[in-house]
């Protein structure tokens, strides 16, 4: 009994095991392709002339110093996302839970608006702490909301896209009424991995490996929660301690998010749901296999955002909601 | 308890104009009062300005016996401005509140069913295909546009109904989607249509002037003549589709054509301001709380015009000598009561 149990163990972790290399397999190809391409397309040839230390400066410019930071910023918002929507999902039960749907990714957005025109913060360090200070609002009033039982499920969600609608309303009377500000975040506020703010970039660092650190240390208390609260506590695990790190984490990841390309929304929703099948619901996995995975989603977002109005790009902010706008139906038509 | 006679629990008899139902005392004084604070703000709208102008004047001009310039000011700058808020508010309303009944869904209006997205989309379709679209092929383009969006949301919703908030998560994805198209679109054309359309995509009367004003008004006074005549039958269907049935009413036909009523009413204005959002939402649920219930599509008319014509001058006053997009004002103040509804609304 014990053997078969441990074979099964050893299959299903093997299998675990080949996910993630053919995830980060793909992941390093997208990687390449987004060096590669966008409104000047280098040749595979050429990249590897750039490799060996040949090549024109100008190459080397646009590779290390356009691309490549780019690409490691998709990178980053992109694992960050897919663990603040698993833990998300994790914790509130609810398979449409995402900082975008509920209203994270804005509160992070607006927080930033307000303190660039009207405290003129303009520093990463200003831009990181708001955006992360504003992720935590929201959070908290959404776990407070969802914990009181007067609001989950769909309501919550409704009740953030609302959040989000306000949002936008205000933001674009603030931008209107401040020139300035609006020039500063134009590209910004729909979501953008154009020209990632390198300074922010490095800010956000270690909150996003605070956050990754927590989302895995996390994952056994979530997968308890779902089991009740008095089983959960039979099992060892505090709830509310769990509930707090899940907001704390997702604060943390999400504003760190937002703080370098704005807000993104429907990554951290898609990215549960397209590893859940290899999986299973074991949140550890989930999270594991969800760092690739979310980082390449974001990745062939951009990719696309660079390739659909060539040589001009969108935001990658609306290729990520025509993506994620077909996961939504499909949640739905399931549960239907 | 004066406000309990709703038509829900009265008994079906079909409400005219002059009502069947008991009116309750203090009934005629609510309406009274709405209408009066209607006049006021339009008033106000019209006096408020780079030229303030007392009441008197305002007076004087409509009447024709101020100086010249000011009767310009008046008559041919600001009411044409006031006039566009007070009919399109009403319009909004009129529509949020058939949609919302017909759904049975506090939430189901045209503005969070994605149908002001769409209509987006076939304005912009319009602008690209045509060169300069006249109001007539911008209306048509954002009523198919509009329609097609909201066939896509009950395609979506079919197998959970339109009751629930799946239908209005429905929505909300699909807005989400041809937002994107949307965006898409704008960056894909010319410059001059994207500020053509971008201005359009805001919602405002900013540039609301007689000459453009006067087809729209005349067809918002047909489509209204037509949905005040279908108005009772609503409150027929409202009793349950058995029931109206058994009066003898064709609840489909009728259905269909208030649908169609409403979403004309909807389309027409959003071709000539732009999306205004949460009016139809939230004037339905105003007119509940503060206008007797005989006539709630009236009601909620009167309560749209009031919602409108108080952000229109929010957005061209308040922050003077900036003008804002009334469009970013109701989403503002919308938002918020939105977000409040659903989550404190007892269920």
């Known amino acids: 009994m014990t053997a078969t149990l441990q074979e099964a163990r050893r299959t299903s972790a093997s299998r675990l095991l080949g996910a993630l290399a053919l995830a980060a397999a793909i992941l390093a190809a997208l990687c390449c392709a987004s060096l590669l391409i966008g409104s000047r397309s280098v040749s595979p040839s050429a990249f590897a002339e750039v490799l060996a230390g040949r090549g024109t400066d100008e190459l080397h410019t646009l590779l290390w110093e356009v691309r490549l930071p780019r690409t490691l910023a998709a990178v980053l918002v992109g694992a960050a996302l897919a663990w603040a929507g698993t833990l998300m999902q994790g914790m509130t039960r609810n398979p449409l839970a995402d900082p975008g749907l509920l209203g994270v990714s804005s509160g992070a957005a607006f927080a930033v608006t307000i303190a660039m025109s009207w405290f003129g913060v303009r520093s990463a360090t200003g831009i990181a702490a708001s955006a992360v200070a504003g992720a935590a609002i929201v959070t908290a009033a959404v776990l407070a909301l969802g914990l009181r039982g007067a609001a989950s499920g769909t309501k919550l969600i409704l009740a953030g896209v609302a959040f989000s609608m306000t949002v936008s309303g205000v933001q674009s009377a603030i931008t209107l009424l401040n020139p300035r500000a609006l020039d500063a975040m134009r590209a910004w506020s729909a979501g953008s991995l154009a020209s990632p703010n390198i300074g922010v970039l490095w800010q956000t660092l270690p909150l996003i490996a605070f956050g990754g650190i927590l989302a895995f240390a996390l994952a056994r208390p979530i997968d308890a929660l779902a089991l009740g609260d008095d089983t959960a506590r039979g099992l060892g695990s505090h709830p509310f301690l769990a509930r707090a790190g899940t907001g704390i984490a997702a604060a943390c990841l999400v504003g760190a998010a937002t703080a370098i390309a704005g807000p993104i929304g429907f990554i951290g929703l898609m990215v549960p749901h397209f590893i859940r099948p290899f999986t299973g619901p074991n949140t550890a996995r989930m999270i594991l296999i969800g760092t690739p995975v979310g980082a390449a989603l974001l990745l062939v977002a951009d990719i696309l955002a660079r390739v659909v109005l060539w040589p001009g790009e969108l935001p990658v902010g609306v290729v990520a909601a025509a993506l994620g706008a077909p996961v939504i139906l499909t949640v739905l038509r399931r549960r239907a | ?347």
Not at chain 2, 13 to 30: F, I, K, N
Not at chain 2, 37 to 55: E, K, M, N
């Open chain 2, 1 to 347: 308890m004066t406000r309990t006679s709703h038509p829900q629990s009265s008994p079906p008899v079909a409400p005219t104009q002059h009502d069947a139902l008991p009116s309750p005392p203090g009934a005629r004084w609510r309406w009274a009062a709405g209408v009066a604070l209607l006049c006021a703000v339009l008033l106000a709208a019209l006096a408020a300005g780079d030229l303030a102008l007392s009441p008197s004047e305002v007076w004087a001009a409509l009447t024709g016996t101020a100086n010249d310039f000011t009767q310009t000011v008046v008559l041919a700058w600001r009411l044409p401005r006031a006039l566009a808020a007070i009919a399109f508010g009403a319009a909004l309303g009129a529509a949020g509140s058939i949609f919302q009944t017909l759904t049975r869904n506090p939430l189901g209006s045209p503005d969070i069913i994605g149908f002001n997205t769409g209509a987006y989309t076939g304005v912009l379709l319009a602008l690209i295909i045509i060169p300069a679209p006249g109001f007539a092929a911008t209306a048509t383009a954002a009523l198919l546009g509009g329609l097609a969006a909201a066939a896509l949301v009950l395609l979506f919703s079919s197998r959970s109904g339109v009751g629930g908030n799946t239908f209005v998560l429905a929505g909300i994805a699909i807005s989400a989607a041809l937002g994107a198209l949307n965006t898409w679109l704008v960056y894909k054309t010319d410059t001059a249509t994207a500020t053509a359309s971008s201005v359009w995509a805001a919602g405002t009367l900013d540039n609301t002037r007689w000459e453009l004003l006067q087809p729209v008004l005349g067809a918002l006074a047909v489509i209204a003549v037509a949905t005040a005549l279908l108005v009772p039958k609503l409150r027929i269907i409202e009793l349950g589709d058995d029931l109206a049935h058994a009066l003898g009413l064709r609840v489909s036909a009728t259905r269909l054509l208030l649908v169609g009523c409403a979403v004309a009413l909807t389309a027409v204005t959003t071709a000539a301001a732009g999306p205004i959002m949460f009016v139809a939402l939230a004037a339905p649920h105003l007119a509940r709380a503060t206008l007797p219930r005989t006539h709630p599509t009236l009601a909620a008319a009167l309560t749209g015009a009031l919602l409108l014509s108080i952000a229109d001058w929010i957005a061209a006053h308040a922050f003077a000598p900036t003008q804002i997009p009334v469009g970013a004002v109701t989403v503002s103040l919308g938002g918020v009561y939105l977000t409040l509804t659903i989550l404190f609304r007892k269920r």
